[in-house]
């Protein structure tokens, strides 16, 4: 690095020389004009006589670097290995003068285009007094990480020290109190990036100094409580390239180190995209550590072997204490290709900001079409399948070539296990309901009611959406289509649900599948405004007397989802659930009175009255799923087994 900023013709002070061998090393390649200032007696004595006969050319001088006495513009490069992190402990006022006077030294006796080199940890005080100091006179900022040689570092190729070392290259500039300062920071042996602030700077040097206590950890041992995830950026992207997530084994493997790229398309499955998919992942594989690697939506990508040669130097860096050098690395993925995923539409919606609509090849060749939003893009809000039309369909029979028409929305399929489970909800309405009213509180792509109205021409739909920007999504990309049985309401939820409940408007069903915008609690779905006791009150106050209520529950805090499920019961008489398999969410069936047999209610046997509500349900969603066959015959929703496994929370 010091290559780069110093020519051997170049006169060189170095600052706070130390015992240090940097300058002697620098000599011995071609350095012979370099001045050496200490404030320590010894150490000037030391290193003088230590040279004298190899290193003529070189001296060495007490001198306090606050108060040279060297003219000005005497040098063209200074270096200062350690004198700054020395003198920079604290930002008391005393530090910060002491400081500020070295660096006025430093500037005066610097040439004009001269180089002062700083080598230091840039802790926080540091790099905070440097960059004050020289943004007052706009002198260009470049900082470098400078990584260890090989030979130098850890087994798994991690350095044995923790915290990277940085060089600070700073220009001197003429004072040009107008010009924007540049500001550079530049990873490694890569190219600059320039920056657009101070405060990104400041803030790019922290994620590498969080990088390589990351990478220390890593290198010395396994991490087992957490998948540590891990972004890597190109030099002038503002998104993530990559995404990266460290799986470490439970067990001992014989296999060490492997590499899983996920194909486009393919990053939202269970197994790619949750903590516990990955686990299964990796313990499939049979590595010890095993690295899953997400591939970006706003980056291009040409092949899986470019893929590899751009990952393979980084990924080492990654690699556990087990890992031997000079082992290959494997570079696993589902098939040599990198997957296909287009995006169809990009969007800004007031509510949940960029979205993209997608069309993304996922398992046994199947085309998907997903909505994503991009401050969460490792989670569908919702997806569709994409099918040839019938007159494709019959030539791919035939043996023919492909046709060239567009692929159209399969309506007979629903993708999310807790949308097969509300579904089944309609289950639990009382057989004599032969024209149910549902009310659907969060439209989001339209799927779920798409599903509904296709499937349940009987039934009346109404579906409020907060975000008009949905409502359109759904019509234009996800197939769903307003007709006399259902009715939109582009509302607030709770609004609609109120005024219902004030008109004494009452609904068979009304269904909650909203999510939540708040990440700071443990609760994606409702929004904590849907759950309260006094809400969910006015909720079944919209409910006729043998009416159901549906709610897709993501909660993550055991503790609250406790309490949400006893303020239902507190307020239905009935209350069931579903787990969902590979999923968080919990859907809860709450019914305001389960009439069970006469012979039940007279002795208040429970258990015959659960057998019975059991009976009951599992016997309506049999029907329910006759009705479907009868609209879609290869329909492959199967509502009596997604709540084959019905939990009874509460029945009074």
């Given amino acids: 690095m010091l290559h780069k900023y110093v020519k051997p013709t170049d006169k ?97 006796v610097l040439r004009l285009g001269g180089r002062y080199v700083i080598i230091s940890l840039l802790q926080d005080q540091v790099i905070q007094i440097l960059v004050r100091h020289f943004s007052q006179c706009s002198w260009p900022i470049r900082i470098h990480r400078v990584d260890a040689p090989p030979e130098e570092s850890g087994e798994g190729g991690g350095d044995n020290f923790s915290l990277p070392v940085f060089a600070v290259v700073i220009t001197k500039f003429k004072d040009m109190p107008n010009m924007k300062q540049i500001v550079e920071v530049c990873s490694g042996e890569g190219s600059p990036q320039r920056l657009d602030s101070i405060e990104q700077l400041l803030s790019t040097v922290k994620e590498m100094q969080y990088y390589g206590i990351v990478r220390h950890q890593l290198a010395t041992k396994q991490v087992k409580e957490k ?14 390239r990559y995404s990266m997530w460290v799986v470490d084994s439970d067990h001992r493997c014989d296999n060490k180190f492997a590499i899983f790229i996920v194909p486009q398309g393919r990053e939202t499955d269970w197994m790619f995209s949750t903590d516990a998919g990955r686990k299964l992942l990796s313990e499939s594989a049979g590595f010890e550590r095993l690295v899953v690697v997400v591939l970006s939506r706003e980056h291009e990508y040409e092949s899986m072997d470019s893929i590899k040669a751009e990952l393979s130097s980084k990924v080492m860096e990654l690699a556990p204490p087990s890992h031997k050098k000079g082992v290959q690395v494997p570079f696993l993925s589902i098939g040599e290709d990198i997957g296909s995923r287009t995006v169809r539409h990009r969007g800004h919606s007031q509510m949940s900001g960029d979205y993209i609509v997608e069309d993304a090849e996922g398992e046994a060749d199947q085309t998907f079409r997903r909505l994503v939003f991009l401050a969460n893009q490792n989670l569908v809000q919702s997806e569709v399948r994409l099918v040839a039309p019938p007159s494709e369909k019959k030539k791919k029979k035939k043996g023919g070539k492909k046709g060239s028409g567009s692929l159209q929305i399969d309506k007979s399929y629903l993708a999310c296990g807790h949308h097969h489970a509300m579904v089944a909800g309609l289950a639990f309405l009382p057989e004599q309901v032969s024209k149910p009213k549902v009310l659907l509180v969060g439209l989001g792509g339209g799927p779920l009611a798409a599903f509904i109205n296709q499937h349940f021409p009987q039934v009346q739909l109404e579906a409020v959406e907060i975000d008009e920007e949905m409502s359109h999504v ?44 708040d990440s700071s609690i443990g609760l994606s779905c409702p929004p904590p405004a849907f759950v309260t006791p006094e809400f969910l009150k006015t909720t079944a106050d919209t409910l006729g007397d043998e009416g159901v209520f549906v709610l897709n529950c993501v909660c993550r805090d055991a503790s609250l989802q406790k309490s949400i499920v006893e ?15 590979q999923e968080v969410n919990k859907v809860i069936f709450a019914s305001k009175s389960f009439k069970a047999t006469a012979d039940c209610a007279e002795n208040s046997d429970a258990a015959r009255s659960q057998k019975e509500l059991l009976q009951s349900v599992s016997k ?31 029945m009074k």
């Fill in 12 to 108: 060189v002070l170095m600052v706070g020389c130390g015992n240090s061998r940097l300058s002697e090393d620098m000599y011995d390649v071609g350095y012979h004009s370099i001045v050496n200032i200490d404030i320590s007696d010894i150490v000037i004595c030391q290193m003088t006589e230590r040279n004298a006969e190899k290193r003529e050319e070189m001296t060495f001088e007490k001198m306090d670097v606050t108060q040279m006495t060297y003219d000005d513009g005497n040098f063209s490069v200074a270096v200062d290995k350690g004198t700054l992190d020395a003198l920079a402990v604290d930002q008391e006022e005393a530090t910060l003068a002491t400081v500020n006077a070295m660096f006025k030294e430093v500037s005066r």
């Fill in 227 to 240: 998948q540590l995830q891990i972004n890597l950026f190109s030099h002038l992207a503002s998104s993530a």
């Fill in 474 to 517: 759904a019509t234009d990309w996800f197939g769903f289509h307003h007709n006399n049985n259902v009715t939109v309401h582009i509302t607030d939820g709770l609004d609609f649900i109120a005024k219902l409940a004030q008109k004494d408007e009452k609904q068979d069903v009304v269904m909650f599948d909203v999510d939540s915008k």
């Fill in 567 to 581: 303020r239902i019961s507190d307020i239905f008489s009935c209350v069931t659930c579903v787990d969902i398999p």
């Fill in 620 to 650: 309506a969603v049999q029907k329910l799923d006759r009705d479907i066959g009868k609209v879609s015959t290869s329909c492959d929703v199967n509502l009596a087994g997604c709540i084959a496994d019905l939990q009874i929370l509460s």
